[in-house]
């Protein structure tokens, strides 16, 4: 579809975006007026002829518009003018806002030709997401369709790119890129998590979700670069519900009655909880079956039973987020059941054991008070009799309160702590652990700082004399390491576990 610069106009206008009249700009831009608009771009290096440019950002340089320019901009859209760049203005009040509006606008609202799933919450995104696509994919594959697109912090699938992300939820053009190549390849399903900053910067703001689902809501993400308050941060995430058609709220945690009421905005609202029997999704009686999990649910009155093909009691409630959804979509039953036992999430309760089974290795994502206590306690009640030894650091620069959490929770719930690099950044991670140590020496619990984190974990594994539950924590599946000068990529800890397990006596047990 042709994007005329003048349609573009009336649509900033509608929105009350533009900080001159459309006659004024006009009067400026003249014969500009009826030039195409080729791509939408805030990044100069992507800059093709007739591209609008957004200047936008924290890190936004004047020689970056410079470059646009040379390289074929034919507008730039920012709040304020470059006076030292020749090139059409145009100005904006708000330019996240406007940035959103214009990536929606040029992709024509690409969202529209498929079903859309929103996941937010402060815990279980990427567990539930990669759940839904599991389901998805079984669904498809059982009628002839296109596997299921997926936006998560661990994998982007549009349908024609498959790569590691590299955040939750992209900025809003690269977002309505994949959502364009989601309608490209004829998908039916896309599932996204939405991280409360991207509702809070309006990366998500002209889009519509089919579907949103809230799973909890717990302390984290508080610091100057992401929420000033907690009551920011769940006010950020509660603005999934103005945008959907279809909420899915988890009723028995902690502010359900707030997500429900905000959930009223939607047309339709669907529950599930672990806990609350009014739920439309109950789940209960989950049991451990070796690696798996069973339990059953009451699915709009049906009763029904689920394997997860992974541990942690925890994932029961993320799994009854997915099982909601489905059920919104008439997936069947058969599908579900499958698509939840074949679901594997890359980082998240991944488990390696060694050969002589007196090693469980447990790689896990939890980096926050409220996702410890969740591993620390499934630790306990599905892998009893074993000391448990727990692995983790904390990231430089932001969520500093996270170092008191996860050294008070470790403190209180393991036999023996490892301290070493998580993202460091610019700090020193020796300092950091030491910091996280301070909040360990008042329960007694022993600890050592090992700071390279490959070492700490290959002297964890060597360590362990009897029956040991191991927690490697806080990198899940990733590879990079944030360090001063940048990312530096290296073995994740599932990369560490495999091989020094292999290296340990006992070997590494079969899959
Ligand atoms: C606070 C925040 O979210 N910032 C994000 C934002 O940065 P920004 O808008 O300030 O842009 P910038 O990175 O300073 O770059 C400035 C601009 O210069 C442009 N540029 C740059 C170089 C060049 O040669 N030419 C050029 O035009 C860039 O395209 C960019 O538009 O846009 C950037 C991409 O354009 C993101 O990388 C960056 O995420 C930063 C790294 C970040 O840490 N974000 C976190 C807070 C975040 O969003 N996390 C959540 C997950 C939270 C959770 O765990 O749940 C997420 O959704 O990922
Ligand atoms: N429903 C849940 N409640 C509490 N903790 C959970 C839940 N689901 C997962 N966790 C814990 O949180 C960790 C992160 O899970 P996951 O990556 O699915 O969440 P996320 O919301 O995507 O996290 P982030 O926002 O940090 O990317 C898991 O490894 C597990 O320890």
């Not at 999430?345 to 991944?350: H, L, N, S, T």
């Not at 023996?416 to 030491?434: F, H, S, V």
Request: glycine share 8%; aromatic share 10%; charged share 30%.
């Amino acid at each position: 579809m042709k994007h005329l610069l003048a349609d573009y106009l009336q649509m900033l206008a509608g929105h009350g975006l533009l900080s001159q009249t459309v006659e004024t700009l006009g009067e400026r831009l003249g014969e500009s007026l009826q030039r195409e608009i080729t791509l939408v771009s805030c990044d100069s290096r992507k800059v093709i002829p007739g591209t609008l440019f957004i200047c936008k950002g924290a890190g936004f340089r004047e020689d970056f518009l410079r470059m646009a320019k040379e390289r074929g901009a034919a507008f730039y859209l920012s709040e304020k003018p470059y006076e030292g760049v020749d090139l059409p203005w145009i100005g904006v009040s708000d330019i996240r806002a406007a940035m959103a509006h214009s990536a929606s606008f040029c992709y024509d609202r690409p969202w529209e030709a498929f079903r859309l799933v929103g996941i937010t919450g402060t815990k279980g995104k990427s567990t539930t997401a990669f759940f839904l696509k599991a389901i998805f994919d079984v669904y498809e594959k059982s009628r002839g369709g296109r596997p299921s697109g997926l936006i998560s912090t661990i994998l982007t699938e549009d349908g024609k790119e498959s790569r590691p992300s590299r955040m939750t939820t992209p900025e809003p053009i690269e977002l309505e890129e994949h959502f364009a190549n989601a309608r490209e390849a004829g998908l039916d399903y896309v599932t996204m998590e939405v991280s409360s900053q991207a509702l809070k910067y309006d990366r998500v703001l002209d889009v519509q979700f089919d579907v949103a689902a809230f799973l909890n809501i717990g302390y984290d993400h508080i610091s100057p670069i992401e929420h000033p308050t907690w009551e920011d941060y769940f006010a950020s995430k509660l603005r999934i519900f103005s945008q959907c058609r279809t909420a899915v709220v988890h009723l028995g945690v902690d502010h359900s009655e707030e997500m429900l009421a905000a959930a009223q905005k939607a047309r339709k609202v669907i529950t599930f909880s672990e806990t609350d029997e009014r739920a439309d999704v109950y789940g209960y009686g989950m049991k451990k079956q070796g690696r798996e999990t069973h339990f059953k649910a009451r699915v709009l009155g049906q009763e029904r039973e689920y394997i997860l093909g992974i541990p942690g009691f925890f994932n029961v409630s993320n799994a009854l987020a997915a099982i909601a959804v489905a059920e919104h979509y008439g997936i069947p039953y058969d599908c579900v059941k499958e698509g939840l036992k074949r679901a594997r999430v890359p980082g998240r309760m991944e488990e390696y054991t060694s050969a002589d089974g007196k090693i469980v290795t447990i790689i896990d994502y939890a980096h926050n008070r409220l996702s410890f206590e969740k591993l620390f306690a499934a630790a306990k009640e599905e892998f009893p009799g074993r000391r448990i030894v727990a692995l983790f650091g904390a990231s430089g620069g932001k969520a500093i309160n996270r170092r008191r959490d996860l050294g008070e929770v470790a403190a209180a719930n393991a036999d023996y702590i490892y301290l070493t690099e998580d993202d460091p950044g610019r700090e020193d991670p020796t300092r950091i652990a030491e910091e996280i140590a301070s909040y360990i020496k008042p329960f007694g619990t022993p600890y050592e700082i090992i700071p390279d984190r490959k070492e700490a974990i290959r002297t964890a594994i060597h360590a362990a004399k009897e029956p040991t539950l191991l927690l490697l924590a806080g990198k899940g599946h990733e590879v990079m390491v944030r360090r001063a000068n940048g990312y530096e990529k290296g073995p994740s800890d599932a990369d560490c576990a495999r091989k020094y397990l292999t290296d340990y006596d006992g070997g590494l047990a079969g899959d």
